[in-house]
């Protein structure tokens, strides 16, 4: 049951037949039938995510990393707790997130809650704007088993025939490009863009645009932190871990908390 | 046990005290022990990794992603295949490699093949170089329970006071800069870096020149592709998977293969 958990577990959204591990680990069909109906049991029972058993020829098993409501609200709470640290505020009312987003186990219980809130989308590709928010989406592919493709600021791209679109950041007002090798997402492709930061929404609207080039449709947008102005956007739909509210450099306070979807989050509710 | 397993695989390298486990599971102490003696059997027979316990106050039980050594001769193998393909050429002999470094899976094994390499070093932070490297670095990241830290190129970084190097690019022979914030890598830090390509060595150089800046250590060079050309590189003690030894662009073939360590590897012989 171990042996069949660590597969599960470290490749998650893959589906297994049970002759895969049959085969592997020389054991009959019905006891690794059984294994995986408790092994079922106890994850529901532990949330430790979805074991699903698929019948039929093109059928198996597979896992799904889930957070629970829960695990959401104190893995927001938690987060927001660590950002409001007074040595977090850079120059100009930013806020320093990088190390935050280089644990591998934060974000990866991140990539969790991302796969959480778009569970039914069934996305073929995760998208990720270069540099920052990299580890975020490709943990987040991790959970969907489906590849990260990472859009290149610029047309700086040495990879092939590319497909380039200008975007007006939200905040700055000024004129940028993205880049994407073509044959990175393929056409008729399920697309969930999944970014750290989202201000005006500038960026997203590139990533809409881009996905109209490459024949690909945007299924989702994700981020870790929205900024609470503007509060209108250029995209809508998309879906925040946290809110910024903003700084205040004399008195060295963060404003940050929780989105509503962290808060009150069901699966079904999100994005619509 | 799945509990545990799934706890351990999760969060690889994090030592978890056996009352972390009695008290989320409300079992008592004894049972979680023999279950991890158990799980420790079935992972060393089944080639999962290594579940070790440490006696004593600060002991506890952690468990290591490993790579034995048919594992990692498939995996470089398997790699090398796929990249023969010579729809992979790229205009300029380059290769076209993005699509595989953006697999969760794939990476997530080159994550632990890394962590096998590299197990006696015991780094405290692995380092990337912005942009195709940070997959790669961030499953290595993860099967060590380190943060990942990123390099950016030029001097870019809106991250509060930075420290930048200028590096001679081994293969171009053009002078650049690569920056770090200042705060990201604390003085006396070990380092690991992980990278996608080396040719000349150059960038790796600069990674030794920016370490020196902060107080910290290298300990460890590894890339998935190192070029055969030029022989001599600015750096030795590097660890490769595959060594890429050119493409024929009007017979569309790609030679690339294993590198020594993939093949005749064992994790005391690496880099000596």
Same mark, same amino acid.
């Given at each position: &049951?171990?042996?069949?958990?660590?597969?599960? +577990? !470290?490749?998650?959204h893959? =589906?297994?037949?049970?002759?895969? $591990?049959?085969?592997?680990l020389?054991?009959?069909?019905?006891?690794?039938s059984?294994?995986?109906?408790?092994?079922?049991?106890?994850c529901?029972?532990?949330?430790?995510?979805?074991?699903?058993?698929l019948a039929?020829?093109?059928?198996?098993?597979?896992?799904?990393?889930?957070?629970?409501?829960t695990q &959401?609200?104190?893995l927001?709470?938690?987060l927001?707790?660590?950002?409001?640290?007074p040595?977090?505020i850079l120059?100009?009312?930013? =806020?320093?997130?990088?190390?935050?987003?280089s644990?591998?186990?934060?974000?990866?219980r991140?990539?969790a809650? +991302?796969?959480?809130?778009f569970?039914?989308?069934?996305?073929?590709?995760?998208?990720?704007?270069e540099?920052?928010?990299i580890?975020?989406a490709?943990?987040?592919?991790?959970?969907?088993n489906?590849?990260?493709v990472?859009i290149?600021?610029?047309?700086?791209v040495?990879?092939?025939p590319?497909?380039?679109v200008?975007?007006v950041s939200?905040?700055s007002?000024?004129?940028?490009?993205?880049?994407?090798?073509?044959?990175?997402?393929?056409?008729g492709a399920r697309?969930?863009f999944?970014?750290? $930061?989202?201000r005006g929404?500038?960026?997203?609207?590139?990533?809409?645009?881009?996905?109209r080039?490459? !024949?690909?449709?945007?299924?989702g947008?994700?981020?870790?932190i929205?900024?609470? !102005?503007p509060?209108?956007?250029l995209?809508?739909?998309?879906?925040?871990?946290?809110? $910024? %509210?903003?700084?205040?450099e004399?008195?060295?306070?963060?404003?940050?908390?929780?989105?509503?979807?962290?808060?009150?989050?069901t699966? %079904?509710?999100?994005?619509?």
């Amino acid at each position: &049951m171990v042996a069949i958990a660590h597969r599960l +577990f !470290q490749e998650p959204h893959k =589906l297994f037949s049970l002759g895969t $591990f049959a085969d592997a680990l020389g054991a009959a069909k019905s006891t690794v039938s059984e294994d995986i109906a408790a092994l079922r049991q106890v994850c529901e029972r532990l949330q430790l995510g979805r074991v699903e058993t698929l019948a039929g020829a093109a059928g198996g098993v597979r896992y799904t990393p889930l957070c629970t409501a829960t695990q &959401m609200r104190e893995l927001a709470e938690d987060l927001a707790a660590r950002l409001r640290d007074p040595a977090r505020i850079l120059p100009g009312g930013f =806020l320093y997130t990088t190390d935050l987003l280089s644990l591998p186990t934060l974000v990866g219980r991140l990539g969790a809650a +991302f796969a959480t809130f778009f569970a039914d989308r069934r996305p073929d590709v995760v998208l990720s704007m270069e540099v920052k928010g990299i580890p975020l989406a490709l943990m987040t592919a991790r959970a969907f088993n489906v590849p990260l493709v990472t859009i290149r600021r610029g047309g700086r791209v040495t990879e092939g025939p590319s497909v380039t679109v200008n975007y007006v950041s939200g905040s700055s007002r000024t004129v940028q490009s993205m880049t994407l090798p073509l044959r990175a997402v393929p056409p008729g492709a399920r697309a969930l863009f999944i970014d750290d $930061f989202l201000r005006g929404g500038g960026t997203a609207r590139g990533v809409y645009d881009l996905m109209r080039e490459c !024949q690909a449709e945007v299924v989702g947008v994700g981020v870790l932190i929205e900024a609470a !102005q503007p509060r209108e956007k250029l995209v809508d739909g998309y879906v925040s871990v946290l809110v $910024f %509210e903003g700084v205040d450099e004399r008195e060295g306070t963060v404003r940050i908390k929780p989105s509503r979807w962290t808060l009150g989050h069901t699966a %079904e509710a999100v994005g619509r």
